[in-house]
């Protein structure tokens, strides 16, 4: 998932990549909670599940952390403790942060309940046509929307996961038993949802020889086939990937071996400056090395993204209709007044004459692993052919941001060689902004591509990077 922007807010969100060491709302602060509903079909989709004596109200769960979008264990769990079934989450419906009072209000499509299932005390089935009017305006309207669906079809964006009935369910799980076994493992258990939402799911799957990871990403424009590519990655630098089980080249399934915990902005102690040094340094070896193999890249998917690309997107990004309706009119002016600077400074970069490379674009500290002494980058749905240097500043520094000194350090010293320092360390300046133009782009066209009901929890990407850019230490330096 391209990178949200870090703040003090919970609106921040991890990647849509498999973290071996799951976490709800790891960017959020402490004392908030989550209120979740659910909208719980019947196998038909006729009816739906309501609670309270007047089946005024959506069945609901407590979740007493600030619980992120695309997250299920939580919910799963919760659920599964009130409703006697293991739910399967379909997708994520709503997405409210109220910072005010600390509370996120949610909304997920649930999977019918099994056949065997016997309908708990207090909850009642009721008509999608004629529903009963809940308390909840939110929910009246999720439920107006379903029953729209229902007689007009899904929208043709939604993902194949996020349908009912449990089809694509059936053939994934299907094709992991078969990579397993021709990898020579034996599935043990049934497998957990890590996350699900619009770009991506998730499962955590138990076998003979340890869990492993599928990931199916979105077919978006601007998406790699993240299976291809990463097993193009572990051939050229098994170093700094994951180890691959298997994938599907026409869907772009991945399977990978777990591979321990990530980087989190709350890692704390005397070794992070070093850390960061070692592995941002790392990172820019691995473009730099790779460098002259982006035909290849390009080859399994990833597309190209250069500064003549990023500059010529300026233009389009101010004039999309959905860009003007979703971000504030005062930044986009002070955008569109900055576009001659922006384009200037796309020129001076492409003058610091640094080769093209691998662009993770959502490298931020959760997308990060060190393992028996060695870093690994994963989640590559986002990954392009383009300027190196939009890839540090994304997240590293604004997670960390006492140690951009160290990051920058360590990066700038993998391109020693390359050019003089004092280009090095101009291009470094000059890739601060361009980064949040990036990143503002990638999100265009990411929001452009999901159903409505998908871009909860990441409309905030778009709005939060534009502010960045025009905000004044964005060009401190520049």
Sequence with gaps: MTAPL??????????????????PGPFAPASWRSLVSAVIPDATGARFLVTGDAQSALPRIVIPDHHWAAECDAVVDGFQDSLGFRPWVLRPLRFVEDEAQ???HMTVALDAPPASWSRSKGLTWASLDTPPPLDDAAERTLVATLRAERAHGAPASRQPWAHAGGAWRDRALAWIDRTLATAGRLRTGEPLQQRTWGISSVLRVPTDAGRVFFKSAARLPLFVNEGAFVRWLADAAPEHSVDVVGHHPDEGWLLSADF??????????????????????AYGALQRRLAPRMAEARAVGAKPRDLAWLANEIAPLLRDPFVQATVDADVLTNVASLA????????????????????HGDLHPGNLAVRDGRTLFFDWTDAAIGHPFLDPYVSTSRHFPARTAAIAEGYLAAWEGAADRA???RAWLLARPLTMLYQACS????????EPQARDGLNGGLSGWLAALVAEDAWEGV
């Design 443 to 450: 999100y265009r066209h990411l929001l452009t591509g999901l």
């Design 102 to 104: 600390r509370t996120v």
């Design 260 to 281: 321990g915990a990530t980087m989190r902005p709350t890692d704390k102690g005397e070794t992070i400056d070093t850390t960061l040094r070692e592995a941002m340094g």
């Design 340 to 359: 001659p600077r922006l384009t200037n400074c796309c020129a001076e970069l492409a003058a610091c004459a640094l080769p093209d490379s691998l662009v």
């Design 6 to 23: 870090p703040s003090p807010s919970p609106s921040s969100t991890p990647s849509s990549g498999a973290s071996a060491s799951p976490a």
């Design 423 to 425: 280009t090095l360390e």
